[in-house]
């Protein structure tokens, strides 16, 4: 069973920098891909961004593209998102996820961790 665990998140002013981690489960943990999404209060759910596990290629929202960066560490069975010049509307709560296959819907994860809030103030 595989269990993920956000941390990072808090308060930060606009133009802003936030590190997030994703801490994964098991002794060998090996996803087809892991991403990041956020949820705003009132929105749909929104894919940020997406690594894949065996060779790191890296996949963003237009709407991060160039501020955030997604890496990942497979020894420590461990996911980042770095977040730069950050924006009130990037206020959410952040969610790391992890799919064991890919399904051919882009947006469908089979493990999800509890959110980490991200607040950014203008």
């Known amino acids: 069973q595989v269990q993920l665990v956000e941390s990072g998140g808090g308060l930060v002013q606009a133009g802003g920098s936030l590190r997030l981690s994703c801490a994964a489960s098991?002794?060998?943990?090996?996803?087809?891909?892991m991403s990041w999404f956020r949820q705003a209060p009132g929105k749909e759910r929104e894919y940020v961004a997406r690594?894949?596990?065996?060779?790191?290629?890296?996949y963003y929202a237009d709407s991060v593209k160039g501020r955030f960066t997604i890496s990942r560490d497979n020894a420590k069975n461990a996911m980042y998102l770095q977040m730069n010049s950050l924006k009130p509307e990037d206020t959410a709560v952040y969610y790391c996820?992890?799919?064991?296959?890919?399904?051919?819907?882009?947006?469908?994860?089979?493990?999800w961790g509890q959110g980490t809030q991200v607040t950014v103030s203008s």
């Open positions: 690594i894949s596990w065996s060779i790191g290629s890296t």
């Open positions: 996820s992890a799919r064991k296959y890919y399904s051919g819907d882009p947006l469908e994860y089979d493990y």
């Open positions: 098991g002794r060998t943990f090996s996803p087809n891909a």
